[in-house]
């Protein structure tokens, strides 16, 4: 059977029996998980990858990784069975800020419930346990996905046999924390933003809009941007790189929700493997499983400054560059290179 018969799978859902409570002790109930999955699970149960998707992200890899899923790529499926799902406070499928409270007949909105990493790494395991998944070739994502991904090397050493973790740190730095802030208060200053409660045809979009303009000028570099727009003006006579910015901030709203950002963002500022657990170097140590950590030179948001603290400390790891003048958004656009280190990886240990 080649990958041809996996291509483009229909979105599906996992609806879990039992209340699923959360780090903070919170308890949500009728929970949602919507998932895609490539290739076929083996007897044995153990041919499982895991693919964790970044901030605004989706269950969609053979959207946004297409490139990486195929016959003697990074992932095949017709070796791997491959599941990505969305997070946990997702809006596009998964139990988030747009589903319904069993309690009031509502929207969440704003009250949803504060998650962590950890919440949603526990909830992927509930969805892997229910595909009868028994262990995990790889759990690997970039960016919040990294995140989680090291956060499964934690949780469950048992069942992840190898980990791969993309331009993402191990705890959210004070510059981080700070650009998210800056985000969430340009939907906060939105006039329809009303703490958090809004209509369809009310949301703060203005807001929204601003917050990923933040976001994607931390998304790339200097180099990125002075090559592609410069000083140049648009047919609007307004520069470039404003026309650009506005751009991506309207396509964001067209597709995500306010609450959901704001949600998932605190989220990665909460990100910490040493939160109450042992110290954050004791944490790294402990991760024994065969790691391969990716970082960016042009990586203004996650440094790679950070990707070597991670490379010191987690003894069986491998720190490997990917060279990139886009930033960041290098693991979207340089998708030749990672296959290659993704590849490289796998085939030494596996």
């Known amino acids: 059977m080649q990958y041809s018969d996996f291509i483009s799978p229909k979105t599906e859902f996992y609806h879990l029996a039992k209340p699923f409570q959360l780090e903070s002790g919170a308890v949500l109930t009728q929970v949602q998980v919507a998932y895609r999955t490539w290739g076929k699970l083996n007897n044995q149960g153990d041919n499982g990858v895991i693919i964790c998707h970044a901030l605004t992200g989706s269950a969609d890899a053979d959207d946004w990784w297409e490139p990486l899923l195929n016959s003697g790529k990074a992932f095949d499926?017709?070796?791997?069975?491959i599941v990505c799902s969305n997070v946990?406070?997702?809006?596009?499928?998964?139990?988030?800020?747009?589903?319904?409270?069993?309690?009031?007949?509502?929207?969440?909105?704003?009250?949803?419930?504060?998650?962590?990493?950890?919440?949603?790494?526990?909830?992927?395991?509930?969805?892997?346990?229910y595909l009868g998944i028994n262990s995990l070739k790889l759990a690997i994502g970039p960016s919040l996905g990294g995140m989680q991904v090291l956060e499964w090397a934690v949780l469950y050493p048992e069942k992840v046999k190898a980990i791969a973790s993309i331009a993402a740190p191990g705890r959210h730095s004070a510059w981080a924390m700070?650009?998210?802030?800056?985000?969430?208060?340009?939907?906060?200053?939105?006039?329809?933003?009303?703490?958090?409660?809004?209509?369809?045809?009310?949301?703060?979009?203005?807001?929204?809009?601003?917050?990923?303009?933040i976001a994607m000028s931390t998304y790339r570099s200097w180099e990125s941007f002075n090559e592609r727009f410069g000083r140049e003006y648009d047919e609007s006579e307004q520069f470039a790189i404003a026309s650009y910015?506005?751009?991506?901030?309207?396509?964001?709203?067209?597709?995500?929700?306010?609450?959901?950002?704001v949600i998932l963002n605190q989220a990665m500022d909460r990100h910490d493997l040493g939160r109450n657990r042992q110290d954050y170097?004791?944490?790294?140590?402990?991760?024994?499983?065969?790691?391969?950590?990716?970082?960016?030179?042009?990586?203004?948001?996650?440094?790679?400054v950070e990707q070597?603290?991670?490379?010191?400390?987690?003894?069986?790891?491998?720190?490997?560059?990917?060279?990139?003048?886009?930033?960041?958004?290098?693991?979207?656009?340089?998708?030749?290179?990672l296959n290659e280190l993704i590849v490289s990886f796998r085939r030494n240990w596996e």
């Open 88 to 129: 946990l406070g997702s809006c596009y499928g998964t139990t988030g800020p747009t589903s319904i409270d069993p309690k009031t007949g509502l929207a969440y909105g704003i009250l949803f419930p504060a998650i962590t990493v950890r919440d949603m790494v526990h909830l992927q395991a509930a969805l892997i346990e």
């Open 308 to 337: 070597q603290e991670l490379a010191i400390f987690i003894p069986n790891s491998e720190l490997v560059w990917l060279k990139s003048s886009h930033g960041h958004d290098a693991f979207l656009i340089n998708i030749a290179a």
């Open 245 to 261: 910015l506005q751009y991506q901030g309207r396509k964001l709203v067209e597709r995500f929700d306010a609450n959901t950002y």
């Open 178 to 213: 700070g650009l998210s802030e800056a985000q969430r208060q340009a939907i906060y200053t939105d006039p329809n933003w009303r703490g958090g409660h809004y209509t369809e045809d009310a949301q703060p979009i203005q807001g929204l809009t601003v917050a990923r303009m």
């Open 281 to 304: 170097k004791s944490v790294l140590q402990n991760i024994k499983q065969p790691t391969l950590i990716v970082t960016i030179n042009s990586d203004i948001l996650y440094p790679s």
């Open 77 to 81: 499926p017709n070796q791997d069975f």
